[in-house]
Structure formats: structure tokens, C-alpha cells
């Protein structure tokens, strides 16, 4: 029975083929990185560009591999540390600003402060403010002090540059709470530590492992305070690839497309399992549906 | 910094019954400004205090680059600022990629999100393909957009001159430099639009639009009368949070052009970084910086004023 | 123009919401789709509308199959349970709505919206937007909405579910003044036995996908054709008790034992000679229709009060005999004390007799 109608807000196969394509169309930057990332040198730099070529990995065993010149063996990159220091950074802070933010979160959210709203506002200004306008001072105070290059300041800096989000984020969660189960917990003698403990964080976990999530990319994708305050020692992914970029003897696409492929991989991953709580992670905790 | 790890330990613990400091740290009264005070004690340490120094710094006239005392200068500063061509003219840089970037995105951002308004089969496996840019980080988008339009080899320009005769040099031109930003942008951000477009759209019941069926509307008055109505305002929001976003633009910039060719591209942001981390003005910087915060600051309001105004309605 | 529909089926994956009904609409008829919430009754309106699709059977709008159109060509008026009032448009806008399709002047529409909100009263209001409006009011604009143009039939859904009990009587009236003057044929879905009572020139009592009994208001309550309408329709709920059958003398006088040994001659309907001795049956009795005497009677079941619940003119007694709870109700003025040992007697004519496969014994009239 063929239908002339279709229910309202459904579609079939036939759309999600154009979908299909259009969704291509607009990944397709992506997806030619990651083809170039395949290229031998004269395949990335072919005119016109080839689409149909013989992958081969040696980029992205270069990426962490080079052969020396003098010696004729193979030596290792610094990619591997710059690898190592945006995870190891990355997870330091956001973990802290997690913790710090959950609990800032937990009060904006349940106990009447005086001025909540102006430290409310206060906090958000601080994550819409252009970085470029924090870092004049804080280059000077690195300076001073001498985090500059070191762990330690960059994950000092990255943890105040992820409180704001974790606070807003994780304060969306908690109002969404129901606080008369709480209340019912105080009133059967709960106190407030089991209160916090055992009512709230177990009930929005979730949303604090998406909290987790989106800091992570958001310090994995840093690029303006990791290229002023990192050193030698503590350079992560970003600062290494626009470093290749700037190369004297024109830039080697196709490492480069290695390098930033590797780099995206946990953005994918990332991406597809945090679909639902995205538009909330973007907006930190504005806009909730 | 040393205040932190003794309020850490605090956090919200209930001895009622202890005295002294201690009790009346703990006071229930006081939890909430406690659960507070690490994050706020971060933040004064890593943003407001230095915000505070640099804005000390405006009224001097410091180099970071010389060992020279500085000496104060008042309003000087702002003045120099205010009074510069050449910063009016990063102003108006900055305000064309913008407008011109949150206009693309919202158009892209709405159509994908009518294109993925329907529920269809693998609409989740689909819908991925257009969120990735979003989650990118601007350093690669840079690069991407580096190598498609790579004059020789890139993808971008081979079609174009496929196209015209005259061979194109995308980054060659001040307009073509804006453009290829701007593409750069729009591409990476329009999924944030139709995110956000998407809520709106799923926000509509169900039972409108069917009304509108049985009412035997015709298309286009039902997005006017019942979509419409309630995308609005997520529309504004949208505008208003890619604005904000927009003005900070500097790692795209800082990739593909580095501001050039000239200083055709060079937005605020950009102008910025020079002017305190190449030619170390770091007071004259501050200055400028104070002036850029206090826009973000108008617009953050608004931004804030819209959001409320968005909670009321979805009561 | 009526609309029937023939072995009509809806089937969600499994799950079989309607299941192979058949009902016929009449031109100005009004019909009433009453039962439980999930028994299929908005599925099957919605398949009128074009909401939903039929898996099976078919829509016959006019005379018409209607199965492959959509909504819109079906020329059909709907009112939505959650009324569905455009909320950025105005209450005149909202009536005004479904008349641009059909391509009036200006002058016709405001004349119609003009009609219209005369007859719903909804005058001193045009200007408001729905988020403006009462309750009441909101339901006056969805039905004022659904009847400004001519549609081929007129469905309901749930109208008057969202009201407070108040403005539900209020309204109920208007409705069904404003459903007189429709010569459409009607449906309406609702789940509340007191409006389908009051408002329906039918009544079709669905149950699982089913439809129980289709039959006027009257004979849905007084004559029910088996257990479940019995026990759905009517408040208190009527009394099913277990018994089993003794002996009949054909003229309907039939003796049953229940269950703890008391036994009774009641009088039924006389197809109750069609059963043998020793039949199982459920006896169904109104609470109204039982009688409470203070001393044994002959005939009488002994039973003790339970409970007491005033309801103003009536008061409404729960029994409770060790075996099996009765209701009954009764005047105010009868003293009733919880506690006290009653004799209920069960008077000739209405008692409904149940069979075991739960439909009604009844001579055909």
C-alpha cells in the first residue's frame, strides 16, 4: 500500500541519503586532512589534487620518528612529550577546575548568597573575555614569578580558565535537581556532607563526566596561553603544529595532516558519545534544550 | 595562593558543635561562601588580580621589554588608543569578519538544522559528521583551511582556477584574506547555530504543527506562525554568544594570515598580541585590552539579559 | 456525510493499539469514543484525522476512502487535547487560521471570526494572546477554531479534560449547545463517562483496541451488554458479585447461591432459564438500585456497614460480609452507623445477570 502522506517530523531512507551527502559536503575539510594525512610527499603536493593514491603510513611514523641525517638510524621527535604534556596538563586541571567549580556550583545553586548574582556574572565575564586581554598581565606575572615554561603554571592557568565553564555547567545540573529529595534526606537526619555525597554528585555524575569531557577539549584545543606561557619542556599539540606550520623550507603537509589527524581522534570519539549534552557543553549550562 | 589549601579542606563539613575559628568558619550560615571561596580565590589569582595590574598599568607608560621605571601618564594612554587610526581600523576589521561570519553561520546553521529537524534513519551516525568542526581545535581548522587554499596545490584555489582563467591567489587579496577567514569560521561555528536552532525546533509541540495540518496551512505560515515564534529567541542568543566568540577571533587569524596581507586581516584580537607581545607596549596594550573587555562585558550582558528572558518564555 | 470506518487497525511495532473496529457516524450524529486511558480512542480518532495510519481496515469519510490522504486534504476540523492554540498569535488570528485556505476575502473571514466569537463569547478576548487566556477560555477559542469553517466531520479530543470540575459543567453545556447546531457528523474522544453521558447521541465504550458496546447514553448505562461496561460505566460503580446459579422458574425468579453459603431468589431477566443449574454468573447491581432493610428480610443478604461516606444527598455505604465488598447508596436520611449488621435486598428488575464469558443474559426485545 503505497502512501502519499508521511507522519509528521519523519523521514525515510531516501532523506537520509541526501542528508548523507550534504553532511559530507560540509565534513569533507576533515576528511581531506585525513586523506593527506595518507599522502607520500609528492601525492600531498600533486596539482591536480589526488583523491585516489596509495596510503601509506610513513607520516605518521614521523611524526614521532625521524631519520637522522648524520647517523642513518631513526631518532624520536619531541611529538611524543608534546602528545604527553597536552594529556597530562589537560587532565590535571580540568580535573581540578571540576572539583573547585562542583562545589562553587553546588552553592550557587542551593544556598541563597549574598551577591550570588554578581559573582554569577562575574564568572561568566571572566570566560566571555578574550583571552588575549588576561594574558598581557598574566605574561608579566609568569615572568615575575617564574611559571613561566613550568607545569605549574600552565595547569594553575588552565584551571582558572575552566572554573567559569565547570561552574555554570555543573550548576545547570544541580538546578535541575529536585531539592525536596534533599530536604527529605536532611529531615531523615542526613547531614550535609552525605546530603552532597550521597544525593547530589551520585545523581548528576553523568553531567559531571560531560563537564569533564568538554573541559578536556577545551584545554586540548588551547592555543593562545600555551603558545605565550609553555616552554621547550611544556609545549603541547597546538603550539607544535602552528611551530610546523611556520617551518622554514615550506611546510610538510603531510606530516602535518598526520599530526593534526592524531590529534583528532579523541575529538571524534568525544563528539559522537556527548551528542546529547553538546549544545549545553558549548553554551556552558545557558541553554539547556 | 597560599589561602587555598586551608579552604580546600573546609568544604562542607557540619561540625555544628565546634568553637573557635574553626566553628565559626563552618557556620551553616557561611557554607554557601565557603563552597564558594576556592573557585572564587582561583579566579581573583589568575583573572582578576592580574586584570587589576594591567589596569594599573594602563595609566603608565611600562615596556615590558625595558628596564626602564615607568612613569605615570593618566589618561594618556586611552587616549593614544582612542585617537589611533590604525586601532579604529582593527575595530573595523574585526566588525566586518564578525558580521560577516555570524551572518554565514546563521544561515548555514539554520538550514542544517531544518535539514536535521526531521527524524530520520542514522540521523545520530549523520548529525556527527556536521558537529565535528565545532569540537576542532582552531589551530587545525587553521590548517585545513592553510592547505585548501594553498595557492599550488590546495583544493580551493585548483577549483577556482578551474572556474576563472586568471590564476587566483585566495590570500592575496585583502578581500579574498577576509573571505577565506571567514569561510574558515562560518564553517567551524555554523553547527553552533544549528544546535541551538535544533533546540528550538524540537521545542515546538508536536500538536502545532499538526493543528496546523488539520488546518490546512500552507507551509510557509506555519513556519511563520508556529516555528518562527519559537526559534526567535535561541536566534538571538545565537547571535549574541557568536558575536562575543567572533571578537575574540585570533587563532584562525594567526594561522592562515597572520593578520596580512598587510594588516587587511588583522582583527583586534590579533592586533593585540602585537602590540604587547611583539612591539611589548604592554600599557598602551592594557589600555586597548580594557576597552576591548569593557565591550565583552556590554555584550555579555546583553547576552545574559537574553538568556532570562529565553528561561521565562520556556516557563 | 458520515463517516464509518471498517476493520480499521492500528499496530505500534507489536503492540496493537486499535484492533479491527467498526463505527458508523452519522450526519449530525454526535458519538462519544469513551474508556480507559490507552484503550485506543484518540489512536482511532487520530486515524480519522490523518494523524496517525492505518495499519489495516479502512476511513470512509462521505462515502470516501480517506486512508492514503494526508490531513489537509481531508477537509476534516479537530480540536487538540492540549487545545493547540497558535501561541504567538492572537485569539482572532487563531480562529481566523484555518480560513486562509480556503482563499476568503478579508471581509468574509472577520465576518466568520466575528460569528463565531459571538457564539463562544469570546468577544471582550480577540485581541489576547493565548498565553493570556484562562483555562475556559483557551478550550472556547480551540472549539470556536475547529467549527468557523465547514469541515466533512467535526473530532474532539478530550475537550474538556484540562477544565476544573467547575468550569467542566459549565462547559459541557455550552459544548454541547454548540454541537446541536453542527449537521456534521461529531466525534468525540474522552475518557470522562459524565461527559460522554451528557454530550454524546452515542456512546462507543472501547477497551484495549475494542469496542464493548456502542449504544445510546441510556441504554450504555441502563443496559449493559457485558461486565466491563457494566463495572465502567456509572459512579459509585455498580456491585459484581459471584454467584452460582441454583434454579430458575423461566418467568426470571432464579435462585443463587454466593459465596459463604447465603443463598437468594432474585428476580432477572427470564434468559436466565437458558443457563442450567450450576452456572457460574456475576450479578450486577447499581448501589442505587440495592435496598437496605434494619431486619432480616426473606431474600436478603446480611451483611455489616464497613464504611460511611456522606456525598451530600446521598450517602454512599460500603458493606463488607467476610466474602465481598457492596456499595450502596442511599438517602441522606436513612441512619446509617459504621459497624451495624444490615440486610440488603436485591429488588426485581435490576439486577443484570453476567454469563462466564463476561456478556450480559439478556431476552432480546
Known sequence: MARKHREIGKAGWGYTAVASVIGFIYFFPVFWIILTAFKTRTDALAVPPKLIFTPTFDNFVSVFYRASITTGTSQATDMGLYFFNSIFIAFTSVGLALIVGTLAAYAFSRYPLRGNDTYLFIILTTRMMPPIVVIIPI???????????????????????????????????????????????????????????????????????????????????????????????????PVAMARTLGGEVGVDYGL??????LFLIPIFFVTFLLQNQLLRGVTFGTVKK | MAVLPTEKHTSPATPHTRGGFGGWLLDPKRRGALLVTPAIAILFVMNIFPLMWSFGLSFFNYK????????????????????????????????IIVGSSVILQLIVGFLLALLFAKAFPMRRIV????????????????????????????????????????????????????????????????????????????????????????????????????????IKSLLLLAVLFRTIETFKLFDIVYI????????????????????????????????????????VIVLTNLYLYAVNRRAAEVD | MTIELKKLTKRF??????????????????LCLLGPSGCGKTTTLRM????????????????????????????????????????????????????????????????????????????????????????????????????????????????????????????????KEVLQDLSRPTVIVTHDQLEALTMADRIAVMRDGRIEQVDTPHNVFQRPSNLFVAGFIGTPQMNLVPATLKGSDGAGIAEFAFDGGQALKIQVDPAVSQLSPGAKVTLGIRPRNLEICQDPVEDSLSTKIDMVEPMGAETLAHMNDGYRDLRVVTDWRVPLAEGDHVHLRFPPGVTHIFTEDEQVLRSAT
Open chain 2, 256 to 295: 592562515i594570515t597572520e593578520g596580512g596581507p598587510g594588516s587587511s586581516t588583522e582583527t583586534i584580537a590579533v592586533y593585540l598580541y602585537r602590540t604587547a607581545f611583539q612591539f611589548f607596549k604592554t600599557s598602551q596594550s592594557s589600555a586597548l585590552a580594557y576597552i576591548v573587555l569593557f565591550i
Open chain 2, 64 to 95: 615590558a621589554s625595558s628596564q626602564r621605571v615607568p612613569r605615570f601618564q593618566g589618561l594618556e594612554n586611552y587616549q593614544d588608543v582612542l585617537t589611533d587610526d590604525k586601532v579604529w581600523e582593527r575595530f573595523q576589521t574585526t566588525a
Open chain 3, 13 to 30: 511495532g507489536t503492540l496493537t493499539a486499535v484492533d479491527a473496529i467498526d463505527l458508523n457516524v452519522g450526519d449530525g450524529e454526535v
Open chain 1, 256 to 261: 602535518l595532516a598526520a599530526i593534526v589527524t
Open chain 2, 127 to 230: 548529525l556527527m559528521l556536521v558537529l565535528t568542526p565545532m569540537m576542532l581545535s582552531f589551530v587545525s581548522v587553521g590548517v585545513f583551511f592553510k592547505l585548501f587554499y594553498e595557492p599550488t596545490f590546495g583544493v580551493v584555489s585548483y577549483v577556482l582556477n578551474k572556474i576563472s582563467s586568471e590564476p587566483f591567489v585566495m590570500l592575496g587579496s585583502p578581500e579574498g584574506a577576509i573571505a577565506g577567514i571567514v569561510i574558515a569560521d562560518a564553517w567551524m561555528w555554523s553547527p553552533f547555530v544549528m544546535l541551538l536552532v535544533l533546540a528550538g525546533l524540537v521545542s515546538v509541540p508536536k500538536y502545532l504543527y499538526e493543528a496546523a495540518e488539520i488546518d490546512r496551512a500552507s507551509k510557509w505560515r506555519t513556519f511563520r506562525t508556529i516555528t518562527f515564534p519559537y
Open chain 1, 139 to 237: 605574561f608579566l606575572m609568569f615572568r615575575l614569578s617564574g611559571l613561566a615554561g613550568s607545569y605549574w603554571g600552565i595547569i594553575f592557568l588552565y584551571t582558572a580558565f575552566n572554573i567559569p565553564f565547570s561552574v555554570w555547567l555543573v550548576k545547570s545540573f544541580f538546578d535541575e535537581l529536585n531539592p525536596e529529595i534533599e530536604d527529605a534526606a536532611r529531615m531523615d537526619g542526613a547531614t550535609e556532607r552525605r546530603v552532597f555525597f550521597g544525593f547530589c554528585i551520585p545523581q548528576i555524575l553523568a553531567g559531571l563526566s560531560a563537564t569533564f569531557v568538554f573541559g578536556l577539549i577545551l584545554t586540548w584545543n588551547e592555543f593562545l596561553f600555551a603558545l605565550l606561557l609553555t616552554g621547550v619542556e611544556t609545549r603541547t599539540v
Open chain 3, 48 to 175: 480519522v484525522a490523518g494523524l496517525e495510519f492505518a495499519t489495516e481496515g479502512d476511513v470512509l469519510l462521505a462515502g470516501k476512502r480517506v486512508n492514503d490522504l494526508a490531513p489537509r486534504d481531508r477537509n476534516v476540523a479537530m480540536s487538540f487535547q492540549f487545545y493547540a492554540l497558535y501561541p504567538s498569535l492572537t485569539v482572532a488570528e487563531n480562529l481566523a487560521y484555518p480560513l486562509y485556505a480556503e482563499k476568503l476575502s478579508a471581509a468574509e473571514i472577520s465576518k466568520r471570526v466575528a460569528q463565531v466569537s459571538k457564539t463562544l463569547q469570546l468577544d471582550g478576548i480577540l485581541k489576547r494572546t493565548p498565553g493570556q487566556l484562562a483555562e475556559g477560555e483557551k478550550q472556547r477559542v480551540a472549539v470556536g477554531r475547529s467549527i468557523i469553517r465547514d469541515p466533512k466531520c467535526f473530532l474532539f479530543d478530550e475537550p474538556l479534560s484540562r477544565l476544573d470540575v467547575q468550569l467542566r459543567e459549565e462547559m459541557r453545556g455550552e459544548i
